[in-house]
């Protein structure tokens, strides 16, 4: 107890709450991303109907913020558990083989993410003398984000992983009305 008389933070109430400001931060770039597709995207097609120069940098500026906003979102899926799974294992009647077939499937995530990391410094390294054709912005810079995002990934995929080992599969609920006329029976 400290002097107020309340116990200090324990370390894993640390790290949930840096995790959720980093989630938080991820999703606000994504949402940006998203904002910025929407409205070079709408600039685009104004451009089309109304006279004047087109803005060139509309489609490359688009094209950048949907892989940042890919890349951003890929860490808080896996947290989430809203990335692309096939869930019929989760119906298997043993927890135990749904537990390893979810830790297996986040170490092949986590993998991946490691493979996707070392690929982005690569790109990192050899394209920060390629300049993007409209912009000019070097490349490098375009691929910050989908390290930072592959890095985030891959942290969130073996934190999951430890997590689903330790205390078991992540189930998914499900909605009566999603489950046929059996269900109801």
Known sequence: MNDDGQRPPVSGDRLRQAAAVITRIEIGVGALALIIIFAMVLLQAVQRYVPGPDIAWTG????????????????????????IALEIVDAVPNQLVVRWVQVFALVVIAATGVLLTMEALALLDTQQIIKSPVLRVPMSVVYIPVLIGVVSLTIRAVIAAVLVARNGPVTTEYDVDDQGPEALA
């Open 60 to 83: 490359e500026l688009a094209r950048f913020s949907l892989i940042w906003l890919t890349f951003a979102a890929a860490g808080v899926l896996v947290s989430t558990n809203g990335h």
